[in-house]
């Protein structure tokens, strides 16, 4: 296929309003795409050409991983004896059920098993959020009307 034809191709694909046409032969590959008033054309050409090799890279010049995002990391003893109260969805924490009302739990507090301690808001629905021990609030690890992801801790309980 040469250059005239190729520019024939473009022309007829323009006229016919088509969005998009491929033609592939044996050792050409073309791509004509048209739209908002342009005409693309892609023309690639088949080649056996030789697989460039990979560079190798010493372990020590690697780049080192960078972090998506802040992790809040709780420093926990091996004999850690609070239990974690986690975030069972992702939202927003509030630690009172209204801007006017009290808090539910504060450090210090008693919590039993169904004590509702804080309510994630997703997607424009206030979820109660259930302690499922029993014991004393000990810290809590999360600002009020911060966002919480699924499985962040919330409170730390010392069950004794």
């Given at each position: 296929?040469?250059?005239?034809?190729?520019?024939?191709?473009?022309?007829?694909?323009?006229?016919?309003?088509?969005?998009?046409?491929?033609?592939?032969?044996?050792?050409?590959?073309?791509?004509?795409?048209?739209?908002?008033?342009?005409?693309?054309?892609?023309?690639?050409?088949?080649?056996?050409?030789?697989?460039?090799?990979?560079?190798?890279?010493?372990?020590s010049?690697?780049?080192?991983?960078?972090?998506?995002?802040?992790?809040?990391?709780?420093?926990?003893?091996?004999?850690?004896?609070?239990?974690?109260?986690?975030?069972?969805?992702?939202?927003?924490?509030?630690r009172?059920?209204?801007?006017?009302?009290?808090?539910?739990?504060?450090?210090?507090?008693?919590?039993?098993?169904?004590?509702?301690?804080?309510?994630?808001e997703?997607?424009?629905?206030?979820?109660?959020?259930?302690?499922?021990?029993?014991?004393?609030?000990?810290?809590?690890?999360?600002?009020?009307?911060?966002?919480?992801?699924?499985?962040?801790?919330?409170?730390?309980?010392?069950?004794?």
């Amino acid at each position: 296929m040469d250059l005239k034809d190729i520019q024939n191709l473009i022309k007829f694909v323009a006229k016919s309003g088509a969005s998009e046409v491929k033609l592939e032969m044996e050792d050409i590959k073309i791509t004509v795409k048209t739209g908002s008033g342009k005409t693309e054309t892609t023309i690639l050409q088949h080649a056996t050409m030789p697989a460039p090799q990979a560079p190798v890279v010493s372990q020590s010049a690697m780049p080192e991983p960078v972090a998506a995002t802040p992790v809040i990391e709780v420093p926990v003893s091996e004999d850690s004896k609070y239990l974690t109260i986690t975030s069972p969805i992702i939202g927003t924490f509030y630690r009172r059920p209204s801007p006017d009302k009290a808090l539910f739990v504060e450090v210090g507090d008693a919590v039993n098993e169904d004590s509702i301690v804080c309510v994630i808001e997703a997607m424009k629905l206030f979820n109660e959020i259930e302690s499922e021990v029993s014991g004393k609030i000990v810290k809590i690890l999360v600002e009020d009307s911060s966002p919480v992801e699924f499985g962040q801790p919330l409170f730390l309980v010392d069950p004794s």
